[in-house]
């Protein structure tokens, strides 16, 4: 069956530090797309990233990075230099078959404090 | 470029009665998803339309629940008789699926407290 972990519940950092979300999915299909969301407390979804079961090369985008290793089935999110704006709830999500299967499955979220 | 829309974006209502809820997605996007999240969860997939299609539904949608899209263009979805186990926040995703890959892009959500 398909699942997405995220262990961690609540995360508190002060400004500037760096920080790591960590998300371990389960699934028996090979091709597969992960994501990663945030909420911030408005409650709309942010799309942050999609990334494909076949591409486990680390991405960057600023002071986000994520970093996919198939062999421990497990995509997790670094912020660095963290700020008070990248407080939320992220959410990790799989999606089975290519991503054309429709839903995607949600981890419960970790909800990230930063504080100045 | 619009992003998706939800109306209304909070709703209270008493328990019994029936609410509905509506979505618009972005203008070019095909598929049309509903999710319901609670306090502390991630969200929880209902049902989703391809075009004016209902192509999945999730044992989560009760038969109080009903989901519609005319014409593939906005979606509603009607809660019948509702309990107060249906608080919640429910959110709306679109994407364009062309038969691969697709991203969906959430609206604002709407969040129902029943009485």
């Known amino acids: 069956a398909q699942k997405v972990t995220q262990a961690q519940t609540e995360i508190s950092v002060v400004e500037k530090e760096d920080v790591t979300l960590d998300c371990v999915y389960e699934?028996?299909?090979?091709?597969?797309?992960l994501f990663w969301y945030k909420q911030p407390p408005s409650g709309e979804l942010v799309f942050l990233i999609r990334r494909n079961s076949f591409d486990e090369q680390n991405e960057i985008s600023g002071r986000y990075s994520w970093n996919f290793q198939k062999s421990t089935s497990s995509f997790n999110f670094t912020i660095t230099a963290s700020q008070v704006v990248d407080s939320a709830v992220y959410f990790c999500a799989l999606s089975e078959d290519g991503g054309s299967q429709g839903n995607l499955i949600f981890g419960k979220g970790t909800k990230l404090s930063v504080k100045p | 470029d619009t992003g998706v829309s939800q109306d209304p974006r909070h709703k209270i209502t008493k328990r019994g009665q029936n609410v509905t809820f509506r979505c618009d997605p972005i203008s070019e996007h095909n598929r049309l998803y509903w999710y319901r999240q609670t306090l502390g969860q991630g969200p929880e997939f209902l049902t989703y339309f391809q075009n004016e299609a209902q192509l999945e539904k999730s044992r989560l949608l009760s038969d109080r629940f009903s989901a519609e899209r005319p014409k593939g263009s906005f979606s509603t979805l009607e809660i019948q008789r509702t309990e107060q186990g249906d608080s919640a926040m429910y959110l709306c995703a679109s994407s364009f699926s062309g038969g691969g890959w697709e991203t969906q892009y959430f609206g604002p959500g709407t969040r129902l407290l029943v009485l």
């Open positions: 699934t028996r299909d090979t091709t597969y797309y």
